[in-house]
């Protein structure tokens, strides 16, 4: 999976500090990302790697790492 890919979309869909971005990162603690930012991004995700991630995805992304083992597991 394209760490930076997912990196730089969640840069512009969400405005996070790049720097900050980083597999361990937690989503709601360490880039302050809320449920309605989760579900844009989600949504900015299926549309750049045309995939469908079920809604129930979105409680088990904790971390960057997460959601870039969550992205994998629906391109395969």
């Known amino acids: 999976m394209n760490f930076e890919k997912i990196k730089e979309i969640m840069v512009d869909t969400l405005s996070c500090d790049g720097e900050k971005i980083r597999p361990e990162a937690r989503i709601a603690e360490d880039l302050s990302i809320d449920s309605l930012d989760a579900v844009e991004l989600v949504m900015a995700l299926e549309e750049e790697f045309d995939i469908k991630i079920p809604d129930e995805e979105l409680s088990n992304m904790k971390t960057v ?11 395969a």
């Not at 790492?65 to 391109?75: G, L």
């Open 65 to 75: 790492q997460d959601i870039a083992d969550c992205v994998a597991r629906y391109q």
